[in-house]
């Protein structure tokens, strides 16, 4: 079973800045890598898959990258509405696999 | 739009089961699997398992083996989640979430807006 680590727990940023979230996994999944926003009282929304691909309607702010066990979203300046909580999740292994999260915090 | 809207809160006591529905809309039912996620609380999401519309075949995780049930109904575009033998550790925000692409690409949008499972005794 392949587990998802999320680093940092937190991050502190200012509105404006740039936010920098990892993902590592135990093993490698090759690209197959998604990553999830969540804002407080609503459901998870699909930002990235295949490690790097916008999903439909995702801002160009949003970037992701990375291959077999390492794994970056980049945030390249900071909206009000992206302070959220975001999840990566391994779909290469079953079970499929999220992380524990990181939140984006002012 | 394409939208999941899920059936409503529940409290069960310990040993019970729990049905949640998921009526899809905005696309055809039968074009995209259905996974079912678990929120509990202070834990990571746990994907359940994922259900085929066209032909109910199903795949579960090892971990809900045995006591998670899928089921769909074509003809109300609906996807249903059973759990059964409930304890306290099955408290949490259980969600349904279209497979992106359709069949088993096993990453989820859109995602319903999720139904609380509260076990109490």
């Known amino acids: 079973e392949i587990v998802m680590t999320q680093s940092p727990a937190t991050l502190s940023v200012s509105p404006g800045e740039r936010a920098t979230l990892s993902c590592r996994a135990s093993?490698?999944?090759?690209?197959?890598l998604a990553w999830y926003q969540q804002n407080p009282g609503q459901a998870p929304r699909l930002l990235i898959y295949g490690a790097s691909t916008r999903a439909t309607g995702i801002p160009a702010r949003f970037g992701g990258s990375g291959s077999g066990t390492e794994f970056t979203l980049t945030i390249s300046s900071l909206q009000s509405e992206d302070f959220a909580v975001y999840y990566c999740?391994?779909?290469?292994?079953?079970?499929?696999?999220f992380g524990g999260g990181t939140k984006v915090e002012i | 739009q394409v939208q999941l809207v899920q059936s409503g809160a529940e409290v069960k006591k310990p040993g019970a089961s729990v049905r949640v529905s998921c009526k899809a809309s905005g696309y055809s039912f039968t074009s995209c699997y259905i996974h079912w996620v678990r929120q509990a609380p202070g834990q990571r999401l746990e994907w359940m398992g994922w259900?085929?519309?066209?032909?109910?075949?199903?795949r579960y995780s090892q971990k809900f083996q045995g006591r998670v049930t899928l089921t769909r109904d074509t003809s109300a575009s609906t996807a249903y989640m059973e759990l059964t033998s409930l304890t306290s550790e099955d408290t949490g925000l259980y969600y349904c979430a279209r497979d992106y692409f359709g069949s088993a690409y096993n990453y989820f949008d859109p995602w319903g807006q999720g139904t609380l499972i509260t076990v109490s005794s």
């Open positions: 259900i085929n519309p066209v032909n109910g075949n199903t």
């Open positions: 093993q490698s999944v090759s690209n197959s």
């Open positions: 999740q391994q779909y290469s292994n079953w079970p499929l696999a």
